[in-house]
């Protein structure tokens, strides 16, 4: 069983940034793929960017270009950082890892970005 904890969300104006961290518990962490999900308000969860064991980054096109995911395996952390932030980015962001068939979320952090 792997436990998601994640961290570093909050109210942000348009144009700041973010660090949003993951941090995970039990072994093997080096050996999951990890993800970004958002949800917002009455809209579907959606992909933002992903990370494998390979460190193979993927980027949904909403956020690419201004955001960056990674890993310290060392940490057992996932991190994503988000710049030059919208409106439209506000939304709970959610961590997932997975192996296989196994997959894990987090609890979520709400991001809310406002003037």
């Known amino acids: 069983q792997v436990q998601l904890v994640e961290s570093g969300g909050g109210f942000l104006q348009p144009g700041g940034s973010l660090r949003l961290s993951c941090a995970a518990s039990?072994?093997?962490?080096?050996?999951?793929?990890m993800a970004w999900y958002r949800q917002a308000p009455g809209k579907q969860r959606e992909l933002v960017a992903s990370i494998d064991s390979f460190s193979n980054r993927y980027y949904a096109s909403s956020v690419k270009g201004r955001s960056t995911i990674s890993r310290d395996n060392t940490k057992n952390t996932v991190y994503l950082q988000m710049n030059s932030l919208k409106p439209e980015d506000t939304a709970v962001y959610y961590c997932?890892?997975?192996?296989?068939?196994?997959?894990?979320w987090g609890q979520g952090t709400q991001v809310t970005v406002s003037s």
């Open positions: 997932q890892g997975s192996s296989g068939p196994l997959v894990y």
């Open positions: 039990g072994s093997m962490f080096s050996h999951y793929a």
